[in-house]
């Protein structure tokens, strides 16, 4: 999608805003001891009272409102019984769609206590996410996306799970570009275009460089003894700095 006018504009803050709410909400409420299922449950009884529709579950029929994956899942996990447990790693991924207008967020963190690497993980991918949106100006290679977040991994000691992509979202969860890597790809030659609406989502990990999809069809897993971490913004492209709409 490229925003053609206001009205564009306003309803992709909206839904920018409605998912980064429901995403920030839904981990301050995450406890040891409750299930997947039930922070999900959290998920979907916040996208109702905002009016908003689960992305996954529309566009895909996906099993949940919300992906949530734990410690070796690094994507597309299936809300359920999974108890979730002191010192995990857990992701959440939020998106929405409302009056037309789809926006997607993420993030990782630590249910308490941490550890010095978790604590790295969770910053230095963080900070690829930081990285990778100063290099998102109009004009620019779509390369320098994935060139961003390749420095900040090898800076830092991580892998980049290289099968999982940023993309455009707008008018659909998925839209062109439909794959941005999270690497240097120097066959790359698109570039990015004023007012164009992607999303970052670099995924760093410990031990894997691809994931998986196990038998439930969805859940994306590595190494048993991966973790992973993954931060997402929905934004527009513009000749400074790209808009985010998915701030709360």
Same mark, same amino acid.
Not at 92 to 103: F, H, L, P, R, T
């Given at each position: +999608? ?23 909400? +839904? ?6 001891? +409750?299930?997947? *299922? ?15 529709? !689960? ?41 929405? @769609? ?9 993030? !990782? ?25 100063? %290099?998102?100006?109009?004009? !620019? ?37 439909? @794959? ?9 030659? *698109? ?16 031990? %894997? ?5 196990? !038998? ?18 929905? +934004?527009?492209? *513009? ?10």
């Amino acid at each position: +999608m490229t925003i053609e006018t206001d009205e564009d504009l306003q309803q992709l803050k909206h839904i920018g805003k409605i998912v980064a709410l429901v995403l920030k909400e +839904m981990q301050r409420r995450t406890e040891p001891g +409750m299930t997947t *299922r039930e922070l999900d449950q959290i998920g979907e009884a916040l996208l109702d009272f905002y009016g908003a529709k !689960s992305a996954p579950k529309i566009t895909y029929g996906f099993p949940g409102h919300t992906c949530i994956s734990v410690n070796e899942e690094a994507a597309h996990g299936i809300p359920g019984a999974r108890v979730i447990q002191p010192g995990d790693v857990v992701n959440i991924d939020v998106s929405a @769609e409302k009056n037309g207008y789809y926006a997607d967020t993420g993030g !990782s963190f630590v249910v308490p206590p941490s550890t010095y690497l978790k604590d790295k993980l969770i910053a230095s991918t963080k900070l690829a996410l930081a990285r990778a949106c100063q %290099s998102a100006r109009a004009g !620019s290679p779509i390369n320098a996306i994935g060139k961003s977040i390749q420095a900040v991994a090898k800076q830092r000691g991580f892998k980049i799970i290289r099968n999982l992509c940023s993309h455009g979202v707008g008018k659909a969860l998925h839209e062109e570009p439909k @794959e941005i890597p999270g690497y240097y790809d120097a066959s790359d030659r *698109r570039r990015l275009h004023d007012g164009l609406v992607i999303t970052i989502e670099p995924f760093l990990s410990t031990k %894997s460089s691809f994931v998986d999809e196990t !038998s439930d069809g969805w859940t994306l897993v590595g190494h048993k003894k991966n973790l992973s971490a993954q931060f997402e913004h929905t +934004m527009v492209i *513009r000749k400074g700095q790209p808009l985010l709409v998915t701030l709360a």
